[in-house]
């Protein structure tokens, strides 16, 4: 059922990501635009639980610019009005509200996530930092701004695009007995036509090699890359092998590195001590720092790009690719069952065969986001360094005398006087329910720190 419901958002997320939807608890401190407009996104992508905290009464002075309360309510408590509503848009999602203070609400461990859509508290801020994500927003006239904290957060599915594993420069013995079947000499023109670049990048490589001109310069690439256009038959008609080969020649000299980040996290992990306790990231990690100790390189992702060729020999080479990769993470499984043996209190935690698939496939561009501590809300800096600076901390503060020394701040002091205007806190709900759910799903890479939108130019800034 949930896979009919949400079936465009699994193309982004996959069934991974909403599973881990399904399983966050939000809590939301507020009920004004900022909360129902950020609410109403992730209830539609749905999010599991939201706690809706506030004790505001919905009158016209509160409550004008948010579409999910009319003048009819006005009197009610708002925080039940909207979660009332949320409710309508989707019914799988346990929405509850608690009559409360925001400014005083106890924090603690259970929260997947906390939106504050009040007015900073450090001592909020500073607890959510201790237990979980958090985002702060505020909205004020035609400014503002968004600000995310998280101690540590980590992500296997990036989805960042990169060069393809193809590991030209380490074919295994599979790959290269492949390779050495195939005559191309022997091949009609129909079959020559559609043998895949990767072959014919090997093939061309070997005689590259073989003629003593192997050079990583620029110019011998060049040279590398006109042996490839030489070398398409004139029997053949359709060449775009040949083409795709020409094009991708850069790949044969692209080596098969383990990159910096990820050579920073497994050392990290490698010397990590191992429990019950340990996130499942990190104990994959140290398995994988064993991995990559062995063999110099990490597990093949088997994954094969589009490319010119018939099924048979596509498929052929697909095979080949995958059988590799399999391989390798049958080897990983090995590691780290003897990792996670090396448990000596409590029970290791459950890691399912699609999360240690994901983990092998994914390896290269796994992340690990920092922040040390959570910005201090209380001591706004003695100048700013740009408008996107004077906008974020005079939203946060904006206390009189604080524009004195700074005429620019005056000004914004007096346009961030006026209430919340629906289509800027629409915006910044926009934003910060994306980067919730990049959070939530632990698909793609949120970011850190604040995001401040400018109503007035229509530019999204990072102080």
Same mark, same amino acid.
């Given at each position: 059922?949930?896979?009919?419901? @949400? ?27 900022? %909360?129902?407009?950020? *609410?109403?996104?992730?209830?539609? %992508? ?15 002075s509160n409550s004008s610019t948010n579409f999910f309360v009319?003048?009819?309510? @006005?009197?009610?408590?708002r925080a039940k009005i909207i979660s009332e509503l949320l ?49 702060? *927003? $505020? ?10 904290? $998280? ?34 000499? &022997? ?5 020559? &036509? ?16 073989? &003629? ?19 070398? /398409? +038959? ?20 692209? +080596?098969?590195?383990? +990159? ?13 001590? $191992? ?8 104990? *994959?990690?140290? /398995? ?27 498929? /052929? ?5 995958? /059988? ?9 499984k090995i590691i780290l069952n003897s990792v996670l043996e ?8 459950? $890691? ?42 005079? *939203? ?20 961030? %006087? ?7 806190? %629409?915006? &910044? ?31 999204? @800034?990072?102080?």
């Amino acid at each position: 059922m949930a896979s009919q419901r @949400y079936d465009r958002q699994l193309r982004l997320w996959q069934e991974s990501g909403q599973e881990n939807l399904i399983n966050a608890r939000i809590l939301c401190l507020g009920s004004n635009t900022l %909360a129902s407009e950020t *609410l109403k996104s992730l209830v539609l %992508a749905g999010i599991g639980h939201v706690t809706i905290v506030d004790d505001v009464i919905a009158d016209e002075s509160n409550s004008s610019t948010n579409f999910f309360v009319n003048s009819s309510s @006005y009197g009610q408590r708002r925080a039940k009005i909207i979660s009332e509503l949320l409710k309508q848009l989707n019914p799988s999602v346990d929405i509850v509200y608690e009559i409360k203070s925001p400014n005083n609400y106890n924090m603690h461990y259970n929260w997947s996530l906390v939106i504050s859509c009040v007015q900073p508290n450090q001592d909020l801020v500073r607890s959510a930092f201790g237990c979980c994500p958090f985002i702060q *927003l $505020i909205s004020k006239g035609f400014y503002s701004s968004v600000y995310i904290s $998280i101690k540590e957060h980590t992500v296997v599915e990036t989805h960042q695009s990169s060069t393809p594993d193809l590991r030209l420069d380490k074919p295994w013995p599979e790959l290269l007995a492949y390779i050495r079947s195939i005559d191309l000499k &022997a091949l009609d023109p129909m079959d020559h &036509a559609h043998v895949p670049y990767v072959v014919l990048l090997i093939i061309f490589l070997d005689q590259y090699k073989a &003629a003593s001109l192997n050079d990583p310069s620029s110019d011998q690439k060049s040279r590398f890359k006109n042996l490839i256009r030489a070398s /398409a +038959p004139s029997t053949v008609v359709d060449t775009e092998n040949y083409e795709q080969a020409s094009h991708y020649s850069y790949l044969a000299f692209a +080596p098969t590195e383990i +990159p910096s980040a990820v050579e920073s996290i497994l050392s990290e992990s490698a010397t990590m001590p $191992i429990s019950s306790l340990t996130p499942k990231f990190w104990i *994959l990690a140290k /398995a994988l720092s064993v991995f990559a100790d062995k063999h110099g390189v990490l597990p093949l992702s088997g994954v094969l790009p589009d490319m010119k060729a018939d099924s048979q020999q596509y498929i /052929a080479l697909q095979n080949i690719y995958k /059988a590799k990769a399999d391989q390798d993470i049958a080897e990983f499984k090995i590691i780290l069952n003897s990792v996670l043996e090396d448990i000596s209190s409590g029970s290791p935690p459950s $890691i399912t065969p699609t999360e240690i698939e994901s983990f092998c496939k994914n390896a290269r561009f796994l992340t690990v986001l920092r922040q040390e501590s959570p910005t201090d809300f209380t001591k706004p800096p003695d100048t700013f360094n740009n408008d996107a600076e004077r906008i974020f901390w005079t *939203l946060i503060d904006p206390s009189p005398g604080l524009g004195d020394n700074d005429p620019e701040m005056s000004k914004l002091l007096q346009v961030t %006087a006026s209430p919340e205007q629906h289509n800027v806190s %629409a915006f &910044a709900a926009g934003v910060a329910s994306q980067e919730a759910t990049k959070i939530l799903t632990r698909h793609y890479i949120p970011h850190i720190g604040a995001l401040v939108y400018d109503g007035v130019h229509g530019t999204l @800034y990072t102080p």
